[in-house]
Structure formats: C-alpha cells, structure tokens
C-alpha cells in the first residue's frame, strides 16, 4: 500500500456558514457580555459570537443547521438573560420594530418606578441625615426610622440587582450587580448587626444602603434613557420598510393611472417583475423602474438630500423612498431583503455588532474585572483591620470623614473612636460599588452606534468597528480615474478612420471604411457600438449613445469576448472587430503604425481615453472619448491632502490622459499610476502596503473589486456594481466623491469617541478604586464613602453614554 502525502489528498470544503442573531437581555455590564459569549461559543457548532452591549444583540456564526436557534436562546435565558431569536424580516413585519419599542418602554417605566422609589427614601434618608432639616420632625433622626427606610431599599428598588447579582454568582459569571449588592447587603447587615447588639459598640449607617441604591438607579435610568437617543437612529432606518403594496392585478398601459385596477398586498409578497401602483404620499414598496407615469420622490433616506427627485418612465426608485406628487406604476426588480433598504438595515446592524481591535483589551480586563474587584475590596478590608487602624490610630479617631449614627435619636457624627472593624468594611464597600465595568462595556458599542447611525443618516454606510479603527490609520488614499474621479458620463469627441495607414477625417456622420478593408457596408462607429452592445463599460455607453444620436443603425454581432481593462471582441458580418488599448490590439496582431500612435499620443494629451477599433488584424481607426471631471472632485482632494493624506490616481488608461486629468485635479504626476489593468491593481496597493502604507482604495465597478478587497479600506460609490458594494468597508449612497471627505473624517471622530470612553472608563476605576480604598486617608483624612463611590459609578457610565451622544454635536459642526 502507497502512503498519499497529506498535502497532496484534496481539502474538504470549508462548510458554509449562517448567522443567528439574538435579542439578549438582562445584560449589565462588560462581565454581563462576557459571559454570554463564553455561554455561546460553549455551544456545539458555533464558530463565532458577537455581543453589543448597547444594542442588546447578539451574533452568532455557525455551520448552516448546526444549531438551532430556540437552542441557544434557551440557553441563555436559563444562564439568567432572557434571550429571543431574531425573526427574519419577511416573516416578522413590523412585529421585530414594535417588539424593541415595546421591550424599551417598559424597560423604562419599570426603571422610573424603581428610581421614584429609590428617590422618595433618599430623600427621607437625607433629611434626616442632615439634622437642622430634621429637627422639626424627631421621627426624621429616628435610627429605627432609618433601619425601615433601609429595608424598604433593599426590598422594593434594591431587589432586582440583588437576585441579579447573587444568580451571576451562582452561575460562576459574577457582574456589576454582585458588586453592588454585595456592597449594600454588607453595610445593611452590619448597621442591622449594631441596632440589635448595641454592647457591641458598632455604629450603624442605613443612610449608606439607600443612597447607594438611589444613585446607582438614577445612573442607570439616565444612561438607559441617553442608550435609546444612541440607538433612534437605526430604529428610524427600520421603520422606513414599507409593509403594503398595491399590486396591479392586470397591468394595461391604458388604464395605468389612478383607475388602475389593484389589490393591497404585504409588501413582502412582492415578486419581481410584478406591477405596482404607488400614489402620491405613499412609501415606494420594493425597488423597481418606473413603467407609467411621472412624479418627485423625496429620497432623504437613501441620500441625506431633501431635494425631490423627478422620476420618469424608465427610471429607478428605491424602497422605502417617499413619492410625492403623482401616481406611478413601477416594475418590481427587487424585493424582500433584496432591496436597497433591506442591505442597508442589514450593513448598519452588523456594523454595530463587529467590535473595534482596540475594544479587545476591554473585554480581557471585563473578563477578570469582577474577580478582581472583590479581591480588592478583601484585600482593603484586610490591610485597614490589621495594619491601617494600627499604624495610623487618627483615622479611628476621626471616623474616615464618615458619618455614623448612634443607637440614640441624635443625628449628628460621633466625634469619638469608631470601631476599626467599621472604618475597614465600610472602606472594603467602597472599594466594590465604585468599582464599574459598565463603562467599559459601553465605551466601544454606544460610539459605534451613534456613529454608524448618523452615517445612515448622510447615506454613509460604515461596516463595523474595524473599519473605524482601520480609517483612522490610514495615510494614502487611491483613487480609480473611470467613473470615481470622473462622471462615467463619457462623450465621443474624435472618430478618426485609416485607410492604408493615412488617416481619413470623420464628418458629422461617420465615414465607411474604406474599401481595402475587407468586405463591410458599416461605418466606424457602427462597427463599435455593434462590438460594444455586449459590455456595459462607461466607454461602451458613450460609443452606443453617439451612434443613437447620430441614428446609425446597429449591426448584430455575436461571440463577445470582454478582457476587463483591455477591450472586447466580437464577429460582425463574419468579421472580427476589435476594440480596446495599444496592448488588446498587439496581442491580436494588429500592427500599429506612427501615425496612428502619433494621432492617439494627441488626444491622450488631451485628457481623452483612445479606443482603437480594427477588423482582423488591421487597425480600422481610432474613437476619442472624453469623460468629464465630478464637480468636487478637486475640492476633494485638496481636502484629503489638506487632512495629511497622500492621494494617489490608479488607471489603466494611457499615462498622457491620466496625467491630464491629474493636473485639472492638482494631483503630483509622481502619484499618476498609468497603464494598469484591473488584475494588477490590487497587486499596486499590495506594493504599497509593503512599504507601511496604510491604503483606501476608492472605486465603483466590477473591475475594482479585488482592489477594494486588498485594500486596508474599500470606498465604493453606490453608482457602482454590486460586487463592489460588497466588498467595500465603507458605501457612499450619494454617489458623491465629496463623501470621501466625510466618510474619513466621521470615522476619525467617532473613533476618537471610542479612545476617550476607554480612557475615561479605564481612568475612572484606576483613580476611582484606589480613593475608595483610602490611600488618601492618611495624610489627607479624604476618602469616599460607600453612598459617594456610588454616585461616581453611576456618573462613570452616564458620562460614557453622553461623550458618544456629542457625536451628533460634532457632525452638525
């Protein structure tokens, strides 16, 4: 028996896979995702989880019918996160946007409820508290008063985070609320402790239990509140899916208008080719061509412009787009989750669940963070009971700065010793509520979702956290020349014939070949535009629309053969023509000769693309095509050079055009690359990644591809094929090359938003915790009470949240 090689047997295919998306609740925390993740990749058959905190979703990759996704909810709603699978959008309607806003509304109320709760013994706590307030009312300064107030706390508003916190530590996944309740449970049971066993001599502080309680609630209601500003946005995107179509049941050409014959269906029952008709006011239901008709559709929600566009028969409308002044009937050509709007809702919700790199190292520090925490508080309690109160004797003396009550009705701080045993615990509680992982569970997810949210909004579709981070490295930026820098609106401006090698000028109709050219009754043009019926190239539309303009008839042609970059081919009247660059020409065999290389060197010159066209193998003549510059594309790249970036233009066009068009744009000639045909254009951003650079590559067709894929960041305009928009990083809806500009600089700054939640949220707990341990205690008698770790814990989160709200601030400006 011959053994085979292992390399030499044939790999097994790589299964495909399919993504199950979640609605996850009960998360609190960075520990909170932690911990549905490690619950979701334990699963048999997933490959990879995802799980946005802010957005309370999670994605998971797994082999296609691996895992049932009913499986994996259950799960997790018995882990103790109460977990739905997402229905698909043809199947749920409107019940998937009714289902969040419903869950958010009541998230809300039953989070006021708490907090009015919280707030009316807070209250009553501090003024009693505060005994010039509460000496009119002895009831106030009464500790048996207090020991009520406190049970309330813990049993109304304190209940759920308690449960909470003492089921994560039974689950082994300890979260913010294990702190907390661990924190008010401890000074509860000591102040009870010291009210029933008064000969022990401790001091009771039921204050601490309630304010803790009431500043946490109150953060966490601001932030929930500041949570669903960051997520309208998309919320708003959902609810532009139109829900009702009106089909034309037999579509008549005569009866068209208003009197059109239709039934209301669901619009996703729509299938294409089906009819439809859209009145004035209502949502267009799929994307379609108008067939009937003629009207202004407000496209604000593809585009960001309020400006109405007119539609006429033959033109394309866009789901979700509102029509507005006339009755139309359209040709469905996409629907379901086909449309535009369907791909767009699908980008900015997986864009909101791929994290940024950077995101990483808060989600290592989540993973520990809670551990770690109650090892510091124990470590506190230890160091000040056996070592502090003794080497330091003032701070039993003074309290620590915090307040006790006496078993008597005065209200006032003792000014004698406390029990050292007091003094440590309550600085051991400290340590464990003003600790906040939430901060760092939010500190990434709430700045993508704004961000990408407001990118909706200006039809900047940005796919994820990675590409913000990769954005905001980048230094050099290529753009492709065809259809990017210019219109794609290409014009035929030369036609010049050559009959043995002299060249014959073209009049206002094109000439016929000549006869020493082999047997043909067809014009130059004709020739072309017969050739190029078979490609759908910018070019090729030029040469088809001058020959319709000039009513040229079009002969047939067959066997089409297209090399993307370097021409077409085809047979017309038994001959074969052929179009393209010098290099599609000689390696045919057409010889080429100086005049006609000197004609075309001229209108290269000139800015102009030159089309050889030749019969077999000899050269018929040469089309001029000129394609006009996009009114901002040399703002645009002033801008982007003005941002520190190195712009580069990549064509495979002749370097004479390219250059020409270069210097209308102010780009260097050293940063012209000419001649490059779309296979190696992704071989030239490799080469300049070679050299450190960080590379976006700009473009719109099919041809561009491979270059966005290679590129660091892909910048696709909608314009362009769907290819393209697929493997771009980043879509411009808008077609506009200026959204370059504000592509960048968005994600500059909601990247930026990331850096600085991190910081603050990393900062907080390495300042925060060490004041709540009292290592200013000594020398400063400063230190934060348990009630003040908590009111900056809860400031921690709200202030996260809100720092990614000023992203709204920042585009407007």
Known sequence: ????????????????????????????????????????????????????????????????????????????TAAGFPTQPRKPRDQAG??????????????????????????????????????????????????????????????????????????????????????????TLTAYTTSVVALFFPQMGWE????????????ILLGRTLEQQARGKAAAAFRQLLALQPQVARLIANPDAQKMGMGANTIEIPAEQVKVGEWLQVLPGDKIPVDGEVSFGQTTVDESMLTGEAVPVIKQPGDTVTAGTINQSGAIAIKATRTGNDTTLAHIVALVEAAQTRKAPIQKLADTAA?????????????????????????????????????????????????????????????AIAVMVVACPCALGLATPTAILVGTGIGAERGLLIKGGDVLERVHQLDTIVFDKTGTLTTGNAVVTDCLVFAGGRRQEAGGRSELLSPSFPPTSHSLLQLAAAVESGTHHPLAKAIQQTAKQQQLSIPEAVDFHTEPGMGVSAVVDGETVLLGNWDWLSWHGVTLSETAQQEAQKLATDGKTVVGVAVGETLAGLIGVQDTIRPDAQATVEKLRQMGLRVVLLSGDRTEAANAIAQQLGIDSADVVAGVPPAKKA????????????????????????????????IALHSGT????????????????????????????????????????????????????GVLLPNFGFVL?????????????????????????LAKS
């Open 367 to 427: 993973g520990y963070f809670t551990y770690a925490i109650l090892t510091a508080s124990l470590l506190t309690f230890i160091f000040w009971y056996f070592f502090g109160t003794h080497i330091w004797p003032d701070v039993v003396m003074s309290g620590g700065g915090m307040p006790m009550m006496s078993h008597a009705t005065h209200h006032a701080p003792l000014p004698t010793s406390h029990s050292p045993l007091l003094v440590s615990l309550k600085l």
């Open 204 to 215: 009771c502080f039921f204050d601490e239990p309630v304010m803790m309680l009431g500043f």
């Open 722 to 773: 769907d290819v393209a928009m697929e493997t771009a990083q980043i879509v411009l809806m808008r077609d506009r090359i200026s959204d370059v500009v504000e592509s960048i600089q968005l994600s500059r700054a909601t990247f930026n938003k990331i850096r600085q939640n991190l910081f603050w949220a990393f900062a907080y707990n390495t300042l925060g915790i060490p004041l709540a341990a």
């Open 683 to 714: 071989a030239f951003i490799e080469e300049l990644q070679k050299k450190a650079a960080k590379v976006a590559m700009v473009g719109d067709g099919i041809n561009d591809a491979p270059a966005l894929s290679q590129a660091d960041v892909g």
């Open 94 to 183: 409107e019940s998937t946007l009714e289902d969040s806003a419903q869950r958010q509304r009541q998230q809300m109320q039953t989070a006021f409820r708490q907090l009015m709760v919280a707030g009316v013994l807070l209250v009553f706590s501090g003024i009693g508290h505060l005994g010039n307030l509460g000496g009119s009312i002895p009831v106030l300064n009464n500790i048996w008063f207090h020991f009520g107030l406190a049970t309330v706390a813990i049993l109304i508003p304190g209940r759920p985070i308690i449960v909470d916190g003492w089921l994560g530590w039974r689950r082994n996944a300890p979260n913010m609320n294990t702190l907390i309740g661990l924190g």
């Open 785 to 809: 009470s348990p009630s003040g770790a908590a009111a900056l814990m809860a400031f921690s989160s709200v202030s996260v949240v809100t720092n990614s709200l000023l992203l709204r601030r």
């Open 1 to 76: 028996m011959q053994l085979v090689p292992k390399t030499q047997l044939n790999p097994e295919p790589t299964p495909p896979l399919e993504k199950i998306i979640l609605d996850v609740g009960g998360m609190k925390c960075a520990g909170c995702v932690n911990a549905v993740e490690r619950q979701l990749t334990q699963q048999s058959g997933v490959k990879s989880a995802c799980v946005n905190l802010a957005t309370e979703v999670a994605v998971v990759e797994s082999e296609v019918g691996a895992v049932d996704p009913d499986k994996l909810a259950q799960r997790l």
